[in-house]
């Protein structure tokens, strides 16, 4: 297809399956840190806003994922993602709606307690194809 071009049905239900399955690694690299398969998930110049999630406006993609890598030190979690609204807007562009949920439990500290966190909500984002590949734009 060129650069001028529409996508067809096809063409676009494909791109939505890729989205899917990048969304799907997210999760299951974030569960099982691999932080450097999650970097590859996103464009370098990756936008991330948690302002809903009370964890702020985060700088960059190199700050993401060192607050991941802090914020889950001795924690299990599990990630799911849920009814994806995927939008393609462009041959290289498009935006998704996910229903998340989380669990997440740290291991005893030194006062003996377990902590733990049931998150629930949606992320908003933002993709882009760069060299056949989709990427993470805006988390």
Known sequence: MGEGMVMDTVEKLDAIEEIKKLKARYFRF???????????????????????????????????????????????SVHHGHCPEIEITSLTAASGIWAMEDMLCWEAGPSGSERAVHGFGHYFEDYRKIDGEWKIVRW
């Open 30 to 76: 974030v569960d099982t840190r691999q932080w450097d398969s999650l970097r590859a998930l996103f464009t370098p110049d990756a936008q991330f806003d948690a302002e809903a999630s009370g964890l702020g406006r985060i700088a960059d993609l190199d700050a993401f994922i060192d607050g991941a890598r802090t914020n889950l030190t001795g924690c299990t």
